[in-house]
């Protein structure tokens, strides 16, 4: 897989979530759908609007493991079951902010996700709390403060930024490349980033 950075993803209207992701020259590269009504987590992801033809699926390992986000493991794993690695969340250190290890199909780290501003999400969380106007003041919140998210390889040095854009309800995201990679860590790193989106969307 080659992708043409920066890339948008998009967040679609709909009672159920769906996601676009788009490259630098605005051509589609994913359709994600992700299953609701269930304890555990599965994404499937499709190659066009379709949806005919699946190329990857991300399930969460374990009884109740997408509702306990903060111990949460999710494979990723090609159509033809062959896997491409899995995003691991690091332990209770995600309830403050977005951490999060990438892992190879090997369990190998790879790279490592950090919210680079965690305490506005707690500041968020806090004014949700009001009751009344806090939704309504969240939602401004969520319009005018844009959080970071820098991706680090193994070697600690930044390899991919993504940004969430200015808009409500969080519907749009970028996945900036800070330096070149080889090709094959776009896969992994997309899959990966994909469901960071997902998870971080759904926090606020």
């Known amino acids: 897989m080659t992708l043409s950075f920066p890339l948008t993803l998009e967040f679609k209207f709909s009672l159920f979530t769906e996601l676009r992701v788009r490259d630098a020259a605005g051509q589609l590269v994913a359709v994600v759908k992700e299953k ?11 190659s066009d609007e379709s949806r005919r033809t699946q190329t990857h699926g991300m399930k969460a390992k374990g009884f109740l493991a997408g509702a306990l986000d903060w111990k949460a493991q999710r494979f ?52 949700d709390a009001i009751p009344f106007v806090g939704d309504l003041v969240s939602m401004g919140f969520d319009y005018l403060v844009n959080p970071t998210y820098t991706v680090t390889d193994s070697a600690g ?28 860590d776009d896969e992994l790193v997309l899959m990966g980033l994909i469901q960071l989106v997902l998870r971080e969307r759904e926090r606020g």
């Open 76 to 127: 990723i794993t090609r159509a033809d079951g062959h896997p491409v690695g899995s995003l691991r969340a690091q332990g209770l250190r995600t309830m403050w902010g977005a951490a999060y290890d990438l892992l190879g199909p090997g369990d190998d780290l790879r790279f490592t996700i950090r919210d680079d501003h965690p305490w506005l999400g707690v500041i968020e969380g806090l004014i």
């Open 157 to 184: 040095q930044p390899a991919y930024r993504v940004h969430k854009k200015r808009s409500f309800f969080a519907r749009r995201f970028t996945i900036e490349e800070l330096q070149p990679r080889q090709d094959a």
């Open 36 to 46: 609701k009504f269930s304890v555990r987590d599965e994404v499937r992801v499709y």
